[in-house]
Nanobody
Framework: QVQLMEFGGGSVQAGGSLRLSCKAS?????MAWFHQAPGKEREGVAGISGAVGDPRYADSVRGRFTISRDSPKNMVYLQMDSLKSEDTGVYYC???????????????WGQGVQVNVSS
């Protein structure tokens, strides 16, 4: 099993930035961040595979969000810039079995952190 813990959420004005962090209990090849907006289904926004990188992004965040990892520390990060009100919601860190942004490919989940973007 992989235990995941996110931190770094909070409130920010539109156009601002936040950095989310995820601490994993062990190294996992395929990691991702998911976003669940109020009243909507959870969707993958950024993923990363391998010790070096190979990032992938949803169209909604490409160019604004950056995923990275520090493999020796079992940490994954999500730098969120140019935040929009629609980025509001709960962000989950997840460990999966393949390089994708599909929820069904991810087996282990953190508890989530709240991000509020005010316009």
């Amino acid at each position: 099993q992989v235990q995941l813990m996110e931190f770094g959420g909070g409130s920010v004005q539109a156009g601002g930035s936040l950095r989310l962090s995820c601490k994993a209990s062990t190294y996992s090849t395929h990691m991702a961040w998911f976003h669940q907006a109020p009243g909507k289904e959870r969707e993958g926004v950024a993923g990363i595979s391998g010790a070096v990188g190979d990032p992938r992004y949803a169209d909604s965040v490409r160019g604004r969000f950056t995923i990275s990892r520090d493999s020796p520390k079992n940490m994954v990060y999500l730098q969120m810039d140019s935040l929009k009100s629609e980025d509001t919601g709960v962000y989950y860190c997840a460990s999966g079995v393949r390089a994708s942004l599909r929820e069904s490919d991810f087996r282990y989940w953190g508890q989530g952190v709240q991000v509020n973007v005010s316009s």
